[in-house]
């Protein structure tokens, strides 16, 4: 069965500072993977997805993921943060038409 | 192009109570999914519409949630009767026919339930 994990609950990064968000997935075949951003009271915006080739993969708003099959994960990182990316990240793992998300990881940016 | 839409942003009800939520997809979106989150979990899917037809509802609490597309466009998600664990945000996504490949979901803004 597919599952996916985001380790971090909640992530603190200062503005400017990079940020690495983590997530590791389950799944029996080439998985198709996404990066979802949640802001308060918004549903969900799809950053970047993976689906196969170059395993690096970009986003909007400068986001990136790498694709690391040896460790089933997928990591999700910006060199920079600006304050406006504070929101809640949900990463998933689909196949056909199904997807499935993990707990999600909320990113607080300090000043 | 107009986003999936979903009415009312919020709704509080007492439990044992009956609810319906509501969800216009982007036009021309053959395949229609209900999800809901729980507060600080992910979403989980609770129903995949293809045009009017079911595809996945193994995750539906079918004695007390239902949901229809009767004419393959917008849909309606009941619950009846509300339980307190009810409590969520329900989310409305869309996408045209296919794979997630070539057809990514649009989510709409939710819907806010509080069981009382």
């Known amino acids: 069965a597919q599952s996916v994990t985001q380790p971090d609950i909640h992530i603190t990064v200062s503005e400017g500072a990079s940020l690495e968000l983590r997530c590791n997935y389950s799944y029996g075949a080439t998985p198709y993977l996404f990066w979802y951003v949640q802001s308060p009271g918004q549903g969900l915006q799809l950053l970047l997805k993976y689906f196969s080739g170059d395993t690096l993969v970009q986003g909007i708003k400068g986001f990136e993921a790498e694709f690391k099959r040896s460790q089933s994960s997928f990591n999700l990182r910006k060199p920079s943060v600006h304050w406006s990316d504070a929101a809640e990240y949900f990463c998933?793992?689909?196949?056909?038409?199904?997807?499935?998300f993990g707990a999600g990881t909320i990113l607080r940016v300090k000043s | 192009e107009a986003g999936v839409a979903q009415s009312p942003r919020y709704k509080i009800i007492e439990k044992r109570q009956s609810v319906a939520f509501w969800c216009n997809p982007i036009?021309?979106?053959?395949?229609l999914y209900w999800y809901q989150q729980i507060l600080g979990q992910g979403p989980k899917l609770l129903i995949q519409f293809q045009n009017n037809g079911v595809v996945d509802d193994s995750q539906l609490p079918k004695d007390r949630f239902s949901a229809e597309r009767l004419k393959g466009v917008d849909s309606t998600l009941k619950i009846q009767p509300a339980k307190l664990e009810d409590s969520a945000v329900y989310l409305c996504a869309s996408s045209s026919a296919g794979t997630l490949k070539n057809s990514p979901l649009h989510f709409g803004n939710g819907t806010r339930l509080t069981v009382t």
């Open positions: 036009s021309g979106h053959a395949t």
């Open positions: 998933a793992v689909g196949g056909g038409n199904k997807l499935v």
